[in-house]
């Protein structure tokens, strides 16, 4: 009885204070404040996972935040960025390859239409979705059914010329194209120019002048608007024609105006009268003489 137990503890042990816990994280009052103000311009949004990543060096880190904010088509090869910053090229390089093997760069060679080989590098902001888009088994989709031609009606038909040669269409052609110039709805395609060209070398041949076509053409068009210029003037050259002109004879040759004969004195009356040479007396005279014959 008198020997004393040596497992018994000497005290009992006092309480480790909460704050004071080896596996407590110490928080501090000169710890990280935020103040933010939000932007509204000249912004690019970075994740969590690139800012924060366990894995990537802090120069990684800062090159890929860089690179996400660059604009399209911005070079981002060793050279440029070594320029931008005072790293050098061997980090640089190196942050690089660290982006490559996590998935936030790629760098791809491709063959310019001129045949040059460049290099593209593809910056990712979120490489753990596009790994999971790759991952996805491709699904069978069902083709789209084509869209449906939409045929366009055609014309209605125009008149045609008795006999058509090339000056009469050519002033055809030109009339339709002068449309544009007196009112800027009736701006024609060149199809539509030639389905009207005979119409209006149809007009033209009956004696209309152009400036007569032009303003049947052009006269009280619709104030809304023409969905299809060529569809009204093809219209009014099928259903405003006017007949053939009138059949005018060719002008014979005029007569040759009358002669006219010098002024002569009678030698019987001394009167003065017109008459070819050698007469020598009036038409008085001359038959008094003949009767005294």
């Known amino acids: 009885?008198?020997?004393?137990?040596?497992?018994?503890?000497?005290?009992?042990p006092t309480r480790v204070a909460g704050n004071k816990h080896p596996n407590r994280v110490h928080r501090t009052a000169g710890g990280l404040e935020h103040e933010n103000t939000r932007h509204d311009t000249r912004f690019v949004v970075i994740g969590n996972h690139l800012a924060q990543h366990p894995e990537l060096s802090l120069l990684a880190?800062?090159?890929?935040?860089?690179?996400?904010?660059?604009?399209?088509g911005a070079p981002a090869d060793i050279k440029t960025l070594a320029a931008r910053f005072p790293e050098g090229a061997t980090r640089i390089a190196a942050a690089l390859r660290?982006?490559?093997?996590h998935g936030y760069?790629?760098?791809?060679?491709?063959?310019?239409?001129?045949?040059?080989?460049?290099?593209?590098t593809i910056s990712c902001n979120q490489p753990a979705a596009a790994r999971q888009r790759a991952d996805?088994?491709?699904?069978?989709?069902?083709?789209?059914?084509?869209?449906e031609k939409r045929v366009r009606k055609a014309l209605p038909a125009v008149p045609r010329p008795a006999y058509s040669g090339p000056g009469l269409l050519q002033a055809a052609v030109d009339l339709l194209a002068?449309?544009?110039?007196?009112d800027s709805r009736l701006l024609l395609s060149a199809e539509d120019t030639a389905h009207l060209a005979p119409g209006v070398a149809a007009w033209l041949e009956r004696d209309v002048t152009p400036a007569a076509v032009r303003r049947a053409l052009t006269a009280d068009l619709p104030p809304e608007g023409l969905r299809?210029?060529?569809?009204?003037l093809a219209h009014r050259l099928a259903s405003q024609l006017p007949p053939p002109a009138p059949f005018r004879a060719q002008a014979t040759t005029a007569p040759p105006?009358?002669?006219?004969?010098?002024?002569?004195?009678?030698d019987g009356c001394d009167r003065a009268f017109r008459a070819p040479a050698p007469t020598t007396h009036c038409r008085d005279c001359r038959s008094d003489l003949q009767e005294a014959a």
């Open 257 to 266: 105006p009358p002669v006219r004969h010098p002024l002569r004195t009678c």
């Open 228 to 232: 299809r210029p060529a569809a009204l």
């Open 1 to 12: 009885m008198g020997i004393q137990n040596p497992s018994v503890p000497l005290r009992t």
């Open 178 to 182: 002068d449309l544009r110039r007196h």
């Open 136 to 147: 996805q088994p491709c699904r069978e989709s069902t083709p789209p059914a084509p869209r």
């Open 98 to 101: 660290e982006l490559e093997a």
């Open 105 to 120: 760069l790629r760098r791809e060679r491709v063959r310019t239409p001129s045949g040059r080989i460049v290099t593209r």
């Open 61 to 72: 880190i800062g090159l890929g935040t860089h690179l996400q904010s660059l604009p399209k």
